[in-house]
């Protein structure tokens, strides 16, 4: 039995991949400094009990393979003794790339936003049309219970992240997917501590494209100028997939309410399946058309389609109902990036026209945290009533660089939208609680646990 070590096995494609490993046979172990739900659920769920923090020891001479994380630097103690001791190593990427992708026909979801939904969706098509794929998400898909599948398939479905492999190779992970179908639905400067601007994530997205054969498809987002830019890039077939005419996947007469969005898709301006799917928003609208192109290339029929559609569960943290308490509804998602923070907000608000809709916004991220973010931040949250920011997570960003939080809540109520600057969680849990009135929304925004805020919140609306 093989013996594989985890170091940083908290990341959610970490976890994740540990997980398949260990369903694979291997035997799995791996430390984290910090580990939270989701994935230290998920992790639990396998018997995988992660070692708290990091220690040279726990890294023994019997283990067969390091898999190193791209959060991970020299100086790490348990690295410094992979590399002492000569022992053999990888990062994440090469090493799903080794165990997996080769066998397989890669479906491979990128792009700034939506991959995870997205990617969500093509294995749920698949799976209940009975094609068995293997799967890996950056998050849990809840149709699946899981970020992960492993089938007998042919097809492999893959978040591609455009994020760096580890610290000894800094070029993006989905470089390593070996894509046969691709899905570029938008482009975004994003990931300002691997990025150096947004020229730096063209090229690597190009380089994507570039490794797609002959016989393959590059799917690109229609409404997004970056992502239809990529074509001229394609030796492969090149679909597009929007909202904008002439877009060969299109959807038209769409219409949202809280139950969800209805819409219909044309393919090539005739007509390919009517809709009804469960998620809110525009952006899930042309996360919908994607997954369904990709399917379809695969060879779903149009009415297996639909019905997968319309079962669709979505993903955790991704505008996720955590409870109701007074007939207020708070949710969990991961909008970390202006652009989704802006289409998440107005997501809700098609959906709940005439409900006061709050956005409490925590800037945790490499790029959330910097100050280049302020203006498109500022712009993003005016689609809230009620707006909350708490202090910067990353105050190691330094001071002239780093989002001032006061800042934008200044911007904010110059243009008129009711906003706060409130430090700490407790804070923003308490005045919330003693404010928030029956029929409201609070969207709870972060990529990160922020101090389990969802239940403190949900408890002291109970107790209000």
Known sequence: MRRVHFIGIGGTAMATLAVMLR???????????????????????????????????????????????????RGNIELEAVLDRKLRYASLPEVVRDEFLWQTRSLVVA???????????????????????????????????????????????????????????????????????AIVGNIEFDHADIYEDLDAIRLAFRRLVRLIPDRGLLLLGADRVEASALALEARCRVESFGLSTGADWRAVDVAASA??????????????????????????????????????????????????????E?????????????????????????????????GVRAAYPGRRVWAIFEPRSATACRRVMEADLTAAL?????????????????????????????ALSAQGVHARFLPTVDEIVRVVASEAGEGDRIVVMSNGAFENIHVKLLAALGDA
């Open 382 to 410: 005016q689609g809230a009533d009620e707006v909350v920011l708490p202090a910067v997570f990353r105050a190691s960003v330094p001071e002239a660089e780093r989002l001032s939080a006061e800042r934008v809540v200044a």
């Open 111 to 181: 792009g700034t936003h939506g991959k995870t939904t997205t990617a969500a969706i093509v294995a749920w098509l698949l799976t209940r049309a009975g094609r068995d794929p293997s799967v890996l998400l950056g998050g849990v898909a809840q149709n699946l219970g899981a970020g992960y599948r492993l089938g007998q398939g042919a097809e492999f479905v893959i978040e591609g992240d455009e994020y760096d492999s580890a610290y000894f190779d800094k070029t993006a992970k989905f470089l390593k997917y070996l894509p046969d179908v």
């Open 314 to 346: 979505g993903v955790r943290r991704r505008l996720e109902p955590r409870g109701e308490v007074r007939g207020v509804t708070v949710y969990d998602d991961f909008a970390h990036h202006p652009t989704a923070v802006a289409e998440t907000l107005a």
């Open 259 to 312: 139950r969800g969005t209805t819409f219909g898709i044309s393919r090539g301006g005739e007509p390919f399946a009517e809709v009804a799917s469960p998620l809110l928003g525009g952006y899930n609208v042309r996360n919908v058309l994607a997954a369904v192109a990709m399917a379809a290339d695969v060879g779903l029929e149009p009415a297996s389609i639909a019905e997968g559609v319309a079962s669709f």
């Open 23 to 73: 369903r694979r046979g291997d035997q799995v172990q791996g430390s984290d400094g910090a580990i939270y739900p989701p994935m230290s659920d998920q992790l639990a769920a396998e018997g995988i009990v992660p070692f708290e923090g990091y220690r040279a020891e726990q890294v023994g001479d019997d283990v067969d393979l390091v898999v190193v994380g791209n959060a991970i630097s």
